[in-house]
């Protein structure tokens, strides 16, 4: 720690004795993209990691998608000299980027301009334990300067943003202001005229975004054309506080919303400089049960009465916003580093993603106030398709609600369950609710998803209960979840037209299988925990059956196969981790321990990134998935083993060689992702596996009413559990116990390490196609509820129906040379020799065959409307 801090700082006297700075970082943690504003679905920023650059002053703030840009533009005078700290224009000298850390709420960043240097922070908070805070979608941005020579500079600070923010269609007319107080000034920004719950491009058409800070006598603002204001800042240090009205389109003479802070002459600046930005809509959500479908606003409305209310708070709790999130950082980083540094990375650029996947949302009641036993939360499966509350996507992201409030986890939970115990008409749980942000229920009835989202509720149901201590959603809804076990043990252990959640749909696959097992078992701890007892012995025996079956089936020579018998198939049997999780102990000690041998084989033979999720079919040979790898290293019993499982995944995110914000899925031999392959997706929530198991287990209580209240809700014929108090798993067991101590943690050297070098082949996907097209989710093709990007269709609340959207073909198969000139956001395509191209297009072709022949999905995006390709940049 101490070597540490000696090496920053002598590092940091060298760099400003040298003029030129080359980069280096504090923790040796490169991620391909940083997050910067990353809060929610729609406020969710990154900024590319530049390979061969050493400045951020050449690049845009991307949003998620990486198609597009949500400008910002920082400057800094020093002495009269202007300098740009971020951005991709020309004004100004360049700046050099000396070090980045990442924080799980933080991105830092060191950047070097003439004779100071800056300390640039994005600051998102997580706020677990407050949703009035949690659900506020603003971030801080802030500035610390000081001189690296000792002397006093004359120094101003300027950041502006766009209205950008506000439509993924650029030539659409924008209006904004500017509102001054005493203690605050902050612009706004939106469209004309919005659509309420669509999106186009991926960017909500229906915020207002928000950009304000302290006032004091020393910043100043203006709002107008890009190169005006920059220029009156860069000329003069100041701005002379107008606003321009004459609204026009977002990008027509760029309107940019500026603040400027004269620092005056300082060696180092006495408190940070600080902006908020924020993007808000009300409604975030509709949520459709019967005759109650009602929109539903951000929970923190029902502290503030106004948005403006809260915005000024948010620009005057900055400093106890620091103090929570030193505080939740340094308690994340504690835990994480006690297993490892580089799990602790990973941990780190996890989080934000997970947390800013999700709305908690509230309705008002019947008599127009907000009904405070009626939150919810949503999350959208951002990176992957456009479903609300995806199934596998929440099983995927649990371990961090579990870990950060498990209280979160029932939140979400919660109207999945409502909305099938309302309608009633299935026997195995639905993938989805829908498409975001409209949670009007998946109506198919197709059950080809049945129990890789029956067993995922099941596990994510008693999760939730066992960690949380509330045992209202368990009893509240016991009867549908009885039904699906019931289900479960008809079918689960011979899975059939069956899709897992890698989309891999071959019969008797046994990572399913196991799954719905599992899921039997926690039924069983349910009806154990809400004292049904015939339930209890039903089940346990029941998943002790099928285990003892599934273990004969599933095993082959040394390993767990792919399907049963298939002895070549080598998978990451990572549904064992629900097992590990839970404490349910159906899968027998030695299956774990056997596996980890198996792992550890495969890792000696395994390419740069990692090992493939699953090597039956052709599609998932070439793949690894994040989450997937960490929940088999949660389950392996050797911390060697569980060390290099962490390293893969450490591998490809801290890789700076192909672009894309931490996706969950990626190319094992070169890191490279296809469109929609879960970049910035909250399902890296997975991070959080190995941290979720030392969580303890409460004992769970259910509130009197529960009950009844779902037995009126879901027309149910009612039981008797009311007033259950649940006891605690008194058969945990030192069995358990014993076993968990293999996972004791312990602080590794393997961040030492330095990675192989690895060759840089980037390619992308996509297919050049008119504006509006379909952008579909990994998993669940043959489900009525494909997104469809663009405008979502319009409100049906009245009937299920949600348009088909057409077959998305390959047409176009464009690569990117990595060494090409910076590409900008008016670029055109940059096209490498062509032998290397046809080469390149002839390989993902037949990837592309490979993965038609077994109906896996591949999802291509459109070209922005206004002609600018995915900028793919080395
Ligand atoms: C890219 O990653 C390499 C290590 O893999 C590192 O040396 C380099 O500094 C990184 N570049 C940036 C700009 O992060
Ligand atoms: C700023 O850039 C100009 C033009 O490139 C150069 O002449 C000047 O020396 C630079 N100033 C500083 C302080 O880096
Ligand atoms: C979870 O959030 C709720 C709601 O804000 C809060 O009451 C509870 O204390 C939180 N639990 C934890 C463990 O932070
Ligand atoms: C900038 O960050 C470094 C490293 O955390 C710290 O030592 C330094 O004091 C900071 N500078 C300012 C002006 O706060
Ligand atoms: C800015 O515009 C919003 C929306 O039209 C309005 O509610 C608000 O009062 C305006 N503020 C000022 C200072 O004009
Ligand atoms: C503010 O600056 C603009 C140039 O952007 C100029 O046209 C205008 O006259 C100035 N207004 C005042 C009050 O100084
Ligand atoms: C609040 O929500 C609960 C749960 O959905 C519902 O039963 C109740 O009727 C609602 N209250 C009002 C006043 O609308
Ligand atoms: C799925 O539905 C088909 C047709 O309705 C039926 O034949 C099959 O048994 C069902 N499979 C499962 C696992 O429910
Ligand atoms: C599982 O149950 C079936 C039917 O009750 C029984 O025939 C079988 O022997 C049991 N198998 C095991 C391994 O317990
Ligand atoms: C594994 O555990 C052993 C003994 O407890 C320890 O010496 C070793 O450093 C650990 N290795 C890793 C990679 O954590």
């Not at 599933?554 to 002895?567: E, M, Q």
């Not at 392996?636 to 083993?641: A, F, I, P």
Request: with cysteine; charged share 15%; net charge neutral.
């Amino acid at each position: 720690m101490l070597a540490d801090t000696l090496l920053k700082l002598s590092l940091l006297s060298f760099l400003a004795w040298r003029s030129t700075a080359r980069f280096t970082s504090s923790r040796n943690f490169y991620p391909a993209a940083y997050p910067l504003a990353v809060r929610s679905p729609y406020l969710n920023a990154w900024i590319q990691s530049p390979k061969d650059t050493t400045t951020f002053g050449t690049s845009w703030p991307y949003h998620w998608d990486d198609k597009n840009v949500m400008g910002l533009a920082g400057y800094v005078r020093v002495d009269g000299t202007p300098f740009r700290w971020m951005g991709d224009n020309s004004l100004g000298n360049q700046t050099s980027l000396v070090s980045t850390e990442v924080t799980p709420t933080r991105s830092k960043f060191t950047i070097l301009a003439g004779r100071v240097q800056l300390n640039v922070t994005f600051l998102s908070p997580i706020e677990p334990s407050d949703w009035v805070l949690q659900s506020l979608p603003f971030t801080y941005i802030s500035i610390e300067v000081a001189t690296t020579d000792g002397s006093p500079h004359n120094v101003q600070v300027y950041c502006d943003t766009s209205a950008e923010w506000v439509s993924g269609d650029r030539s659409k007319l924008a209006r904004w202001n500017t509102t001054v107080s005493d203690d605050t000034t902050y612009h706004q920004a939106t469209l004309f005229q919005q659509s309420s719950m669509s999106e186009i491009n991926d960017v909500a058409e229906d915020s207002t975004m928000y950009f304000g800070m302290a006032s004091s006598t020393s910043s100043s603002w203006k709002t107008g054309a890009d190169e005006d204001v920059r220029k009156q800042f860069i000329r003069k240090g100041t701005l002379n506080n107008t606003m321009d009205t004459s609204f026009r389109a977002i990008q027509d003479h760029f309107v940019v919303f500026a603040h400027a802070v004269d620092l005056g002459n300082i060696i180092k600046s006495s408190s940070p400089t600080v902006w908020s930005l924020g993007l808000v809509r009300d409604p975030v959500s509709t949520f459709f049960v019967g005759v109650n479908s009602r929109t539903r606003s951000p929970y923190f409305l029902t502290h503030f009465n106004t948005v403006d209310d809260a915005v000024k708070s948010f620009i005057k709790g900055y400093k106890n916003a620091v103090k929570r999130a030193d505080e939740l950082d340094s308690k994340i980083m504690k835990d994480a580093s006690a297993i490892s540094n580089h799990y602790a990375d990973l941990v780190a650029l996890g989080a934000r993603q997970t947390m800013a996947g999700i709305d908690i949302t509230v309705p008002r009641g019947t008599d127009g106030k907000w009904n405070m036993s009626d939150v919810k939360a949503f999350m959208k499966d951002t990176g992957t398709s456009q479903r609300i509350n995806p199934v596998e996507g929440l099983f995927s992201a649990f371990p961090a609600f579990l870990y950060l409030n498990s209280s979160l986890g029932g939140l979400l939970l919660d109207p999945l369950l409502e909305f099938q115990a309302y309608v009633g008409n299935r026997q195995f749980s639905a993938p989805d609710l829908g498409s975001y942000p409209r949670a009007t229920g998946n109506p198919s009835n197709a059950n080809n998803t049945a129990l890789e989202s029956t067993g995922n509720m099941l596990v994510m149901a008693l999760a939730h209960a066992q960690l949380s201590g509330d045992g209202t959603l368990i009893s509240r809804y016991y009867d549908l979840l009885k039904g699906w076990t019931d289900y479960l043990g008809a079918h689960t252990l011979h899975p059939q037209n069956q899709r897992s959640a890698d989309g891999l749909d071959r019969s008797d696959q046994s990572n399913l299988a196991i799954k719905g097992i599992i899921g039997i078992a926690a039924m069983a701890k349910i009806s154990k925990a809400l004292n049904r007892e015939s339930d209890y012995q039903t089940y346990s025996a029941k998943a002790s059956n099928l285990s003892a079956r599934w273990t004969k089936l599933a095993t082959s020579g040394d390993h767990i196969t792919s399907v049963y018998g298939d002895s070549q198939s080598r998978p990451l049997v990572y549904n064992l981790y629900a097992d590990v999780l839970l404490r349910t102990n159906v899968v027998d000690s030695s299956i774990y321990s056997q596996q980890t041998r198996f792992y550890k084989t495969l890792t000696t033979t395994a390419q740069a990134f990692g090992l493939p999720y699953d090597d039956i079919a052709q599609e998932a040979q070439d793949f690894a998935k994040a989450p997937w790898t960490i929940f088999t290293a949660a389950t392996v019993t050797q911390n060697e083993t569980q060390g290099k499982l962490i390293d893969m995944v450490h591998a490809r995110a801290t890789f700076n060689g192909t672009r894309g914000d931490f996706p969950t899925t990626y190319r094992v031999s070169n890191g490279s992702v296809l469109v929609n392959s879960g970049q910035a997706s909250p399902s890296q929530g997975a991070m959080f596996a190995l941290l979720a198991l030392s969580l303890p287990i409460q004992n769970m209580v259910a509130p009197p009413d529960a009950f009844s209240h779902a037995v009126q809700a879901a027309g149910l014929n009612g039981g008797t559990i009311a007033g259950a108090v649940i006891g605690t798993f008194g058969g945990i067991g030192l069995l358990a116990l014993g076993f968990l101590l293999w996972w004791k943690r312990r602080k590794t050297l393997l961040q030492q390490e330095s990675l192989k070098p690895i060759p840089f082949v980037p390619h992308m996907l996509y297919r050049q196609r008119a504006p509006d097209s379909v952008e579909m989710n990994l998993m669940y093709q043959n489900t009525p509820h494909r997104a469809v990007r663009g405008v979502l269709p319009a409100d049906t609340s009245s009937d299920f129906s949600i348009p088909e959207s057409e077959e998305p073909e390959l047409t176009d198969l464009i690569s990117h040379q990595p060494s090409q000139s910076v590409t900008n956001s008016n670029s055109t395509m940059h096209t490498t020799d062509t032998s290397q191209l046809r080469h390149e297009i002839a390989t993902l072709r037949q990837h592309m065959n490979a993965l038609q022949a077994h109906q896996e999905e591949i999802y291509f995006t459109s070209l922005p409307r206004h002609g600018t390709p995915p900028v793919i940049k080395p």
